[in-house]
């Protein structure tokens, strides 16, 4: 399981993060919601150990990793699925995936079957250059990267930003698999969600929580969810 307990984040003076807390468990999806700038990404960026925090927890699978670096997470299971996708654009598609290579051991680095299962178009395209998909092919292959890490926690920041709605359907479809532990590379993993679109959250969500100015002001198990309350914090 992942626990953050009251993390506090600044850049210089400003304040991104307010004691946050927030828990996400195997086999489930925690969705992060709220509008634009309210610290959903620096949450994330935070989780992932790629912007300190000034005080506070993060722990994983029992685990302090607070103090650990980006590669060191990854290390122990933790993927990242960044918001615009970064892609190597100039890399093809194969070397977008071997990238996931680097925190394996030498006997691990290969790039799972399954992943061109989920992804059937990346497996038509392993010559191109990344910067030649569009942008729905450029998430798949993002989100393709993370999964040839071998994770146990995914972390994906707003995967669905200027997609097209087939792609989107596809991603929610893995996502839920992913969760369920339906694929036999992964087993039944935690996923976090970040979303701004209330409908996609709402299809995939076992938990959520949302975000205002820095802070959590609503979280709960998705059945216990009332629409109205989330959508306060959505609307600008």
């Not at 506070?56 to 615009?84: M, N, Y």
């Not at 890490?149 to 792609?167: V, Y």
Request: proline share 4%; with cysteine; aromatic share 6%.
């Amino acid at each position: 399981m992942l626990s953050i307990d009251g993390i506090n984040l600044y850049y210089g003076a400003s304040h991104a993060l307010r004691g946050v807390s927030l828990a996400a468990a195997q086999g489930r999806v925690t969705c992060v919601l709220g509008r634009n700038g309210v610290g959903k990404t620096s949450l994330m960026r935070a989780i992932m150990g790629l912007q300190p925090v000034k005080d506070g927890r993060v722990s994983w699978e029992g685990s302090d990793i607070t103090k650990l670096s980006a590669h060191e997470r990854a290390r122990r299971g933790i993927g990242f699925v960044p918001q615009g996708r970064e892609i190597f654009a100039r890399l093809t598609v194969r070397e977008n995936l071997e990238t996931g290579f680097a925190p394996l051991p030498r006997g691990r680095r290969s790039v799972p079957d399954e992943v061109f299962e989920l992804f059937p178009v990346l497996k038509t395209m392993l010559n191109r250059r990344g910067g030649d998909l569009s942008g729905g092919q450029q998430q798949q292959l993002a989100i393709a990267r993370a999964l040839v890490t071998r994770p146990r926690l995914l972390i994906l920041d707003e995967p669905t930003e200027g997609i097209q709605p087939s792609i989107i359907k596809d991603i929610g479809r893995v996502i839920r698999l992913l969760a369920d532990g339906k694929l036999a590379e992964w087993g039944a993993m935690a996923v976090v969600l970040v979303e701004q679109y209330f409908d996609f959250a709402k299809e995939l969500a076992d938990d959520f929580a949302v975000m205002d100015r820095g802070e959590v002001v609503l979280s709960g198990a998705a059945a216990t969810m009332v629409e109205d309350d989330v959508r306060r914090y959505l609307t600008v």
